[in-house]
């Protein structure tokens, strides 16, 4: 190990022990609540298994030609990272971060995502990290169009509904920004996607020691920003 990659190692380190995160810890899955009930895959459990084998083993042995700058990439980010963002993002298939603004490559973007780009305990440490030790300048709290954590949240209120398990409990700290756009002009549910965003931009920028006394240092910027399924397009909010 050289010299510069010692000492990355030895802050990473440093850094973790001192917030008391263990490795490994900063992301898990959440499956994402839907207002309602639509089709479901008909590939098992097994085929999916494999197909992500497949699709692995073809971006380590044969990369197609439009990827070769990829396989590059790859190789040199593969002893250390520098992201220049980090993206809050919801669970949601059809919102990639690094496809939907503009088919980043790897080591651009450092990526913490749940139902309902929400911050918890293990994505806030995610995001310190981000900004303490990789040094990413900006953090994107992105909601998107018709997200169904946030549809939940908004038939929490009109509808007292509930959902089973542990979907209840994740859709729980929308349901404030749901409540304070409901009755406001516009759609309800698109309105509440917004309204989240923002509220969990602000969350991020107060609540983290770490994030606030970068952004009161001028090193760093929070926003939040809408995703339109429809035209891909990204607004942003704050």
């Known amino acids: 190990m050289c010299g510069i990659c010692e000492r990355q190692a030895m802050g990473r380190r440093a850094f973790l022990a001192g917030l008391g995160l263990a490795a490994g810890s900063a992301l898990f899955g959440i499956v994402e609540a839907s207002a309602a009930g639509g089709p479901t ?13 497949s699709g692995n083993e073809k971006y380590v042995t044969a990369p197609e030609v439009c990827a070769a700058d990829l396989a590059q990439r790859r190789a040199g980010v593969a002893q250390s990272q520098t992201p220049w963002a980090t993206i809050v993002s919801c669970s949601d298939s059809r919102v990639p971060p690094e496809l939907l603004f503009g088919g980043l490559g790897v080591g651009d973007l450092f990526v913490a995502r749940n139902a309902g780009n929400m911050v918890d305990t293990a994505t806030m440490g995610t995001i310190d990290y981000g900004v303490a030790v990789l040094g990413a300048p900006l953090v994107v709290v992105l909601g998107h169009e018709r997200c ?3 549809v939940a949240a908004c038939d929490v209120v009109t509808k007292n509904a509930t959902f089973p398990g542990s979907i209840g409990p ?69």
Request: proline content about 4%; charged content about 25%.
């Open 148 to 150: 169904g954590a946030v």
């Open 170 to 238: 994740m859709v729980k700290p929308i349901v404030p920004a749901a409540r304070a756009v409901k009755g406001q002009p516009g759609d309800f549910v698109d309105n509440a996607v917004r309204e989240s965003a923002k509220r969990t931009a602000i969350q991020i920028a107060t609540k983290s020691k770490i994030v606030a006394a970068s952004i009161k240092a001028g090193k760093v910027k929070v926003v939040a920003a809408r995703y339109g399924l429809g035209d891909g397009k990204v607004e942003y909010l704050s």
């Open 41 to 53: 895959t008909s590939v098992t459990a097994d085929q999916a298994l494999a197909k992500l084998k």
